[in-house]
């Protein structure tokens, strides 16, 4: 990817106001100097169906053989529905129910067909795994999975596979006693911690 287009993402990502920047703790309690505020992707569909233009670009080049795209609740469902749109083809999202992904009954024509998976930020890859293992148990045959942004930076593998993103971060985190933010007296922000059940 040349340097231009790693600048316009990342420069679209800071738009959408997605992309913080400051003295964050984690869910983990590490701290970190950047933080996704993956819900305001959503937030400005004009920003995010310019970020969508460029997955589908990315898509495009690796022409994959799918039917549907399939993404998991709630984020992705805004992301897929709106690469599903660009790439005339189908839409389905899966779903937690009592803690097990599943897709509702009404996508009736999913079952057998071909898929890829779209998701919003890939951060342990957990989501992912669990809609390709749903997916699976539907025999529909997945021919590729993408993300917006993968926080691993190419550090979790999907059956032995890095994850397409069209931005791959390595965000740094640290202990709370060896960071070097606190170190500086940044006041710590726990971003969207009122929002967590
Ligand atoms: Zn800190």
Do not use: W
């Not at 992707?41 to 690796?62: H, M, Q, S, T, Y």
């Not at 067909?113 to 930020?121: H, K, M, T, W």
């Not at 397409?164 to 960071?179: I, N, T």
């Amino acid at each position: 990817m040349s340097e231009n287009r790693s600048e316009l993402i990342l420069n679209l990502f800071k738009e959408s106001q997605a992309l913080l920047k400051g003295h964050f703790k984690l869910t983990s309690g590490k701290h970190s100097d950047v933080y996704f505020e993956k819900i305001k992707l959503i937030e400005r569909p004009a920003v995010l169906e310019k970020i969508i233009n460029l997955l589908v670009e990315e898509i495009r080049k690796d022409n994959p053989e799918f039917d549907y795209v399939v993404s998991p609740a709630y984020g992705g469902i805004a992301i897929g529905f709106l690469t599903a749109l660009k790439l005339n083809k189908l839409f389905a999202f899966s779903q937690r129910v009592e803690e097990k992904m599943t897709v509702r009954s009404g996508f009736a024509g999913l079952p057998g067909q071909r898929a890829i998976i779209v998701e919003d930020i890939l951060t342990t890859g957990g989501s992912v795994q669990e809609v390709l293992e749903c997916l699976k148990s539907l025999q529909v045959t997945v021919n590729g999975i993408y993300c917006l942004v993968d926080r691993s930076a190419g550090q979790v593998l999907i059956e032995g596979k890095p994850v397409r993103s069209l931005l791959a971060l390595k965000v740094s985190a640290y202990e709370p006693e060896a960071c070097p933010l606190c170190q500086q007296g940044l006041p710590l922000v726990k971003p969207g911690a009122s929002d967590k059940k």
